[in-house]
């Protein structure tokens, strides 16, 4: 069954250090999402992508935040000068196209800034 | 500010019976919303989708939506040990589930079942 992989599962970064992370969503899918979960806390909306652009974004993506599809199969969420506060399960998603019900939710990326 | 309230629980449920689960959302130009279990340390796994008013059945899951008490619950009947999770209530504005805008999640509810 195809699936949305992300790497790596786990990254420890230094405080001030960029970071990215990696996703390859389901190969037909064209809407790609971010979103992250701190400990204990809820499922938070970063932003979503289609057509090699970004669609709608949250108040927590800011400059700090970017989104690119270097490629046909990666799609990456860059963090830019890491805080203490980033870190967070952060998990990439992708949609099949309009009309269709389920985002896939790939396995998840565990950011631990130190 | 889009807000979906949950109970977070613990909700503890004997094994074989029903387990209720509601959620409720602030956004009135929410137009699909969402079930998703989450087992601790995992990602969000879909189990329900509802778009318009009423009942929807899946097997032993049934989702229920009233727009106008801007209201949604999950109903898991014949709960089992492996139902135990934390079940995430999820909306968005876009129409059957797709498009560019995001979800918003709920805290969950974290449920037991007991053996």
């Known amino acids: 069954e195809p699936e949305v992989t992300q790497t790596p599962s786990h990254q420890v970064t230094q405080m001030g250090q960029e970071v990215i992370l990696r996703c390859v969503p389901i190969?037909?899918?064209?809407?790609f999402y971010w979103y992250r979960q701190i400990l204990g806390q809820k499922v938070e909306f970063l932003v979503s992508?289609?057509?090699?652009?970004?669609?709608?974004k949250s108040e927590i993506f800011d400059d700090q935040f970017s989104v690119e599809r270097p490629d046909g199969s990666n799609f990456t969420l860059k963090i830019r000068s890491t805080k203490l506060e980033d870190s967070a399960m952060y998990f990439c998603?992708?949609?099949?196209?309009?009309?269709?019900?389920?985002?896939?939710f790939g396995q998840g990326t565990r950011l631990t800034v130190v | 500010q889009k807000e979906v309230e949950q109970n977070s629980g613990p909700l503890s449920v004997p094994e074989g019976a029903i387990a209720s689960l509601n959620c409720t959302y602030s956004d009135r130009g929410s137009q699909s919303f969402f079930w998703y279990r989450q087992y601790s340390g995992k990602s969000p796994e879909l189990i329900m989708s509802?778009?318009?008013?009423g009942d929807k059945e899946d097997g032993r899951f049934t989702a229920q939506l009233n727009k106008a008490s801007q209201y949604v619950s999950l109903l898991i009947r014949d709960s089992q040990p492996s139902d135990s999770a934390t079940y995430l209530c999820?909306?968005?504005?876009?129409?059957?589930?797709?498009?560019?805008?995001?979800?918003?999640f709920g805290k969950g509810t974290h449920l037991i079942i007991q053996p």
């Open positions: 992508f289609y057509n090699n652009e970004i669609s709608e």
């Open positions: 509802i778009y318009s008013n």
């Open positions: 998603a992708s949609l099949k196209a309009e009309g269709n019900t389920e985002a896939f």
């Open positions: 190969s037909n899918h064209l809407y």
């Open positions: 999820a909306v968005k504005r876009g129409l059957s589930g797709g498009g560019a805008d995001g979800l918003t």
